[in-house]
Each structure stands twice: as structure tokens, then as C-alpha cells.
């Protein structure tokens, strides 16, 4: 990458890109080994390939109590979510080693402290409730009593679930510089892609050179759509339906919070750290149940200034298939009523899946229903 191509993309949240990448410590196995759960081994390879820059490690308590809150790091600059590891007791040397549950060692830690926090504030604050039925609150509740702070350094990446779609902050922000791309908007998604959210990301790529698709494909909640069915839905909505040029599809290796709001800013940063200078915000972004309001992901934007995060979220309505516009639409843009527009409920729709009914084609692809019709039969 030269600096003339790159420097026209956004800077990366505090300006560097981190690389906490490096050697493997000849006494690395000699040291303490630390177990990290699937959602901390996500985190530590984000940490790794700087898509959570500035961070170069588990946050220590003055960052997390920052964070917590008041959705800033102590330097001020936005940071929506803690990135910490939990523990059972506090480790004997200034060393540690980081493993996954088959003992597998990916990183060193340099122990800076260890701090006590509370479960149910940092769900309240965080998620805004303190139900263990909400899943990301779940997962905090069933963490280890005390987190462990210091910066990693990683030796070992993890395999990636999707070798064709993993990329580093540093390599979408290459393609892109390649491309002649300046503004991208980045697409967070969980979901197989219908016709709603296509339209989604087609208005807001009017507006910007490039698109990078980036589903999440970390931890999600058992009753969503497995991810390698996912993503066999976005390699056909994108064989038949977008602009290769103009969009890319990458995979973002995060674990999923369904911390609505706050994951929101905290996937905003992320993407930002990728390169995008927009991001696409939907209604309830993030968000499960009931816990969020329609607009919450949308309106806590506002708690910051525009210059402060820099990437633009670029916030969406709900949209639909419209019969008498004749076209798809949203709420803003549709003065028909509920009668004139195509919607399928959640359930609905899995009830004709696993029929094998193929959903109107105002609703989603055939191509796409294809797919899922075929997941559901296995
Ligand atoms: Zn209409």
C-alpha cells in the first residue's frame, strides 16, 4: 500500500492501526495457561489484526470503569463495549500464555493487574438489563470472577471459519485503496441478506465508491441462522444481484453481544478500523427481544459528536416491497398503507422455509430462498 492510496481512506480509530502480532517466546510453554471462552479468543484475534484499535490488549480496570461508564476510554476517545478476560484466580508470574479449550496456545499476556468487577452493573450499564435471559448478559453472568489486564501479543492466529472471506483491517483497507475507494460504507449483518436489507445496502452505495459486506461470523445465539448457511445466501445474492466491483464481501470475526445500542458505536469503530467511513445502522441494530427500542441503536449516536467517532452512520427505516409504488421502499419514502406492502414476519417466513414454499420474490431472492429451503430440509 502506498501512503498516497491510503491516505485517502479514514484513519483508523486513534489514527494508528494496531499490530499486536508477533514472535513466539521461546519459554512460551513453560508460562501459566490461561483458557480464554470462544468470545475472548474472538476478541483476542481482533486485538491481533487492529480492528479493535487503539486497544493493544485486555483493558485494565481505570479503561473498563471508563468504558462502562461512560462509553469512553480514559483518553476520551468513544469506546462503546469492554473488551476484557475473565479468571479464576490471579496468575503467579507477569507472563501468561493464552489458550483455547484444546490447550492450543495463540498469544502472551504481560499481566498488568488484576481487578474485581460486578456482573450486574457492567449488564446494566452495558445492556441495558440485568436479565440472564438476554444472551450477551447471560454470557457475562457465566464469565470467571475477575478480569485480567494486559497487552497480548499473538503468535499464532486462529484458523479462520471461512479462509476466502478472512481479511485484516489492514488488507480490506488495501483492496480498497487498490479499488480507488474513499468512501465505504461497511454492512453489519447476522442475518441472511432479503430483499429489505439489499435495498439497504443499494441506497447507501449511491451515495459512497464501495461496499463491504461484513457479516458477523463469530458466536450468535443458537436460533439464529447457522453462519455457513449464511454465507452460501451471500455468495448467491452477490453472484446475481450486486456490482462486483463496487462491493466486497468479508467476514468479521466477532462474537455477538446483542448489546443493542452500544454494539452499535462498538461495530461502528470496528468497521472503521476496516476502512469504512460509513456504516449502515438499522432499526433495533443489534438488538434482541424487546430489550432496545426501535431507535435506540440510531439515537445514541447523538451522545457523541460527529468528529469524534468520524465514521458516519448512515441510519435506515424499515423497508419493504411496496405494490403500488411498484418498487421497494421505506416508511420515509412510502405513503401507502400496511396493505400495499409485502411483509412476512420472522416466523412466516421460517414456517414456509421449512415447508419448502419459496417466499414471494418481493420478500427475498429465489436464489436465496433456494439456499435456506435446502438448510432446513437437512
Ligand atoms: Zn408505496
Known sequence: MSPETTGKLIKPHGGVLVDRCGERPADVESLEHVTLSSKELADLEMIANGALSPLEGFMGRETYESVVESMRLPDSLPWALPVCLSVDTAPSGDRVALADESGRLF???EVEELFDYDKEREAERCFRTTDAAHPGVAVVYAQRAHYLAGRVT??????????????DPAETRAIFAERGWKRVVGFQTRNP?????????????????GLLIHPLVGDTKADDVPTEVRVECYRRLLEGYYPLDRVLISAFPAAMRYAGPREAI???????????????????????????????????????????LDIEPMMFEHSFWCTKCGSMASTKSCPHGAEDRVFLSGTKVREMLAAGDVPPVEFTRPEVAEVLIEAYRR
Open 107 to 109: 498469544a502472551v499476556l
Open 154 to 167: 499473538v503468535f499464532e492466529r486462529q484458523a479462520p471459519p471461512f479462509p476466502e472471506l478472512a481479511r
Open 193 to 209: 441478506i432479503h430483499r429489505a436489507h439489499e435495498y439497504l445496502t443499494k441506497v447507501a452505495l449511491e451515495t459512497v465508491d
Open 266 to 308: 462498538w461495530h461502528a469503530i470496528c468497521r472503521k478500523n476496516y476502512g469504512c467511513s460509513h456504516f449502515i445502522v438499522g432499526r433495533d441494530h443489534a438488538g434482541v427481544g424487546d430489550y432496545y427500542g426501535t431507535y435506540d441503536a440510531q439515537l445514541i449516536f447523538d451522545e457523541f459528536a460527529p468528529h469524534e
